[in-house]
T-cell receptor, first 116, second 117 residues
Framework: AQTVTQSQPEMSVQEAETVTLSCTYD???????LFWYKQPPSRQMILVIR??????QNATENRFSVNFQKAAKSFSLKISDSQLGDAAMYFC?????????????FGKGTRLHILP | GAVVSQHPSWVICKSGTSVKIECRSL??????MFWYRQFPKQSLMLMAT?????????EQGVEKDKFLINHASLTLSTLTVTSAHPEDSSFYIC?????????????FGPGTRLLVL
C-alpha cells in the first residue's frame, strides 16, 4: 500500500525568506502523480503544484517549486519569498489515476507559520 | 471552471437526527466523487468513493449504514449522516473527478462543518 509521510508537523519562516517542506512516500508503482495542497483557515483545499513521476524536470509554479527525487521517494516543496498569505496547512499527496479506485493519499500535513 | 460546491456549508443538529450534505460539480460531469472527513488539525481521511449509478465503496472502518452515500447523477452526490451523534461532529469534504481524465481532474468542494449537539 502507498503511504505519504510528512515529518514536520509545524514550521515557521520569516516573511520574504525561503522555506522547504519535506515529504517522503512509499510505493511500488512506477507511474503516479504527486501533489502539494494548501489548506488555509477557510479549509478550502487548493492545489499548489503537481508532479508527474515520469517527468525528470522538477515542477515550478511561480514562487513554489519542488525537489522530486524518484529513487529516494522524496518530494519536497520550496516556497520562495514567503508571504503572509502562505500561512496554511500544507499536505503532500500521492495519486495513481491508473488504479481503479484512483484515491488520493494524503500525508498528515505541515502547518506553516509566516512571521512578519 | 471546475467548481465543486457543497451544501450546507454549516449545519448544527440535535443528536439522533439525520443530516444530508450535497456535493455538486457545477460546470463538469463527475464520474466519481470522494467523501472525506477531517478532524481539527488532522489530515483528510477518505470515507468512501461513489460512482454515478452504482453503490459506494467504503473505506475500512467506515459504517455504511451510518454514512449513506448516493450518487444519483453525474453532477450530484449526497452524504447522509444517519442518527447523528456528537462524535460525528467534523468537517466533511467532497472531491469530484472529471470525466475528462488526467492528473488535475479531482476538484475539492469547500467543505461542510457538522456540529451535533
Amino acid at each position: 500500500a502507498q503511504t505519504v509521510t510528512q515529518s514536520q508537523p509545524e514550521m515557521s519562516v520569516q516573511e520574504a525568506e525561503t522555506v522547504t517542506l519535506s515529504c517522503t512516500y512509499d510505493t511500488s508503482e512506477s507511474d503516479y502523480y504527486l501533489f502539494w495542497y494548501k489548506q488555509p483557515p477557510s479549509r478550502q483545499m487548493i492545489l499548489v503544484i503537481r508532479q508527474e513521476a515520469y517527468k525528470q524536470q522538477n515542477a515550478t509554479e511561480n514562487r513554489f517549486s519542488v525537489n522530486f527525487q524518484k529513487a529516494a521517494k522524496s518530494f519536497s516543496l520550496k516556497i520562495s519569498d514567503s508571504q503572509l498569505g502562505d500561512a496554511a496547512m500544507y499536505f503532500c499527496a500521492y495519486r495513481n489515476p491508473m488504479n481503479r479506485d484512483d484515491k488520493i493519499i494524503f500525508g498528515k500535513g505541515t502547518r506553516l507559520h509566516i512571521l512578519p | 471552471g471546475a467548481v465543486v460546491s457543497q451544501h450546507p456549508s454549516w449545519v448544527i443538529c440535535k443528536s439522533g437526527t439525520s443530516v444530508k450534505i450535497e456535493c455538486r460539480s457545477l460546470d463538469f460531469q463527475a464520474t466519481t466523487m470522494f467523501w472525506y472527513r477531517q478532524f481539527p488539525k488532522q489530515s483528510l481521511m477518505l470515507m468512501a468513493t461513489s460512482n454515478e449509478g452504482s453503490k459506494a465503496t467504503y473505506e475500512q472502518g467506515v459504517e455504511k449504514d451510518k454514512f449513506l452515500i448516493n450518487h444519483a447523477s453525474l453532477t450530484l452526490s449526497t452524504l447522509t449522516v444517519t442518527s447523528a451523534h456528537p462524535e460525528d461532529s467534523s468537517f466533511y469534504i467532497c472531491s469530484a473527478k472529471s470525466l475528462a481524465g488526467g492528473p488535475k481532474t479531482q476538484y475539492f468542494g469547500p467543505g461542510t462543518r457538522l456540529l451535533v449537539l
